[in-house]
C-alpha cells in the first residue's frame, strides 16, 4: 500500500539529525524534527501487520540512505508499522535532483492490513 507520495519536500539528512544541547546532550535537529513531522502528516492513516516489505523511491541530491531512519521513524509514529526491525525486506531507488532543489519521497509498504 501506497503509504506517501510527495513531489516536493526538503530532505533532511542522517548528517544532520542531532545537535548539542547546552547541557552537551544531542538532540534531534530543528530540521530533522521538521522533516519527520512533514512525513506524518503526509502519510495515510493505516495500520499494516508485520512482517513488511518497503519501498522507497527519492528523488534527492543527498545519500541514499540519509532519510531513511527518520523515515521509518515517522513510520512508526504515525503507527503504520510497530517497528522498524520487522522490516524484512527493503528496497530503494534514488533518482538525483540539483543540489538546493526540493525531492520527493515515494513509500510503499507490503504487509496485511490490521
Known amino acids: 500500500m501506497i503509504v506517501l507520495d510527495i513531489a516536493e519536500i526538503k530532505i533532511a539528512s542522517i548528517n544532520e539529525k542531532f545537535c548539542k544541547g ?15 513531522t512533514d ?9 499494516i501487520k508485520p512482517p513488511y516489505s518497503v519501498s522507497i523511491e527519492l528523488k534527492t541530491p543527498t545519500d541514499i540512505d540519509a532519510p531513511l531512519k527518520a523515515i521509518f521513524d515517522a513510520l512508526q509514529s504515525k503507527g503504520i508499522i510497530d517497528d522498524d ?9 534514488k533518482t538525483i535532483a540539483k543540489r538546493g532543489s526540493l525531492g520527493a519521497i515515494k513509500i510503499d509498504v507490503e ?4
Open 22 to 36: 547546552k547541557n552537551g546532550r544531542l538532540y534531534l535537529s530543528p530540521k530533522c524534527r521538521r522533516f519527520k
Open 39 to 47: 512525513l506524518i502528516k503526509c502519510m495515510k492513516a493505516v495500520k
Open 85 to 93: 526491525k520487522n522490516i524484512l525486506e527493503l528496497k530503494m531507488r
Open 111 to 114: 504487509g496485511e492490513i490490521a
